[in-house]
């Protein structure tokens, strides 16, 4: 939702109806997956639950700042490549992290387990390789297009790899959301 609003006043992508629909949809469908029961009123009071939680503000400011990253990025990509942005942006947020973690750094670096350094280089693998394909996606269609297909498949993967790692219910009201999230998606890809 929060991309939608940036990309409309930052940059000059203009959405078919049949793709609004689909982040319809998409709202929809998640609001759905991460409502408490499977009806409306339950549906709305997530937004009251929103309202009360400080983890859910939080959520919902990291949600903000997520939104306006790849609409910040295609704004960047437009005057410099993929591999100087990227190394521009992971270079600020090392020195970003060196100076808030200065004082314990070296200290936390000592503490870290030898089996740790093993699942660390997957994440870091992985989430290089996913932000160096964001930027491809973002120089190669709209914003909201792709952010939309991104949180679709994130939902979609929170439920099924929650099932098979943390063995978490797979409830019809998940798989209603599921299935939502997909509509939208295609529409998007009409």
């Known amino acids: 939702m929060f991309s939608f609003i940036f990309f409309f006043f930052f940059l000059d992508e203009k959405l078919r109806f049949i793709e609004y629909i689909g982040v319809l949809f998409i709202l929809t469908g998640t609001l759905i997956l991460y409502a408490k029961n499977l009806n409306l009123i339950s549906i709305f009071l997530s937004f009251k639950t929103i309202k009360k939680s400080i983890s859910a503000k939080l ?3 990291v949600a903000l700042i997520w939104s306006i990253t790849p609409v910040l990025d295609k704004i960047c990509l437009k005057s410099s490549t993929i591999n100087i942005h990227g190394f521009l942006q992971s270079s ?6 060196f ?6 750094f070296l200290v936390q670096l000592k503490n870290i ?3 740790t350094y093993k699942i660390i280089s997957i994440t870091l693998l992985v989430g ?8 491809y996606a ?12 991104k949180r679709a498949i994130g939902q979609f993967s929170s439920v099924f790899f929650g ?4 063995r978490e219910k797979v409830s019809p009201q998940k798989i209603i959301g ?7 998606v295609s529409f998007i890809l009409k």
């Not at 100076?99 to 314990?104: A, G, P, R, T």
């Not at 290089?128 to 930027?135: D, E, G, K, S, V």
């Not at 599921?178 to 939208?184: A, E, N, T």
């Open 163 to 166: 099932k098979i790692f943390f």
């Open 178 to 184: 599921i299935i939502l999230l997909s509509i939208g």
């Open 128 to 135: 290089t390789t996913a932000t160096i394909l964001q930027f």
């Open 138 to 149: 973002i120089i190669l269609n709209f914003v909201p297009i792709m952010e939309s297909i």
């Open 113 to 115: 387990k030898k089996e």
């Open 99 to 104: 100076f808030f973690l200065k004082k314990n």
């Open 59 to 61: 959520m919902l400011l």
């Open 92 to 97: 600020g947020m090392l020195i970003f992290l």
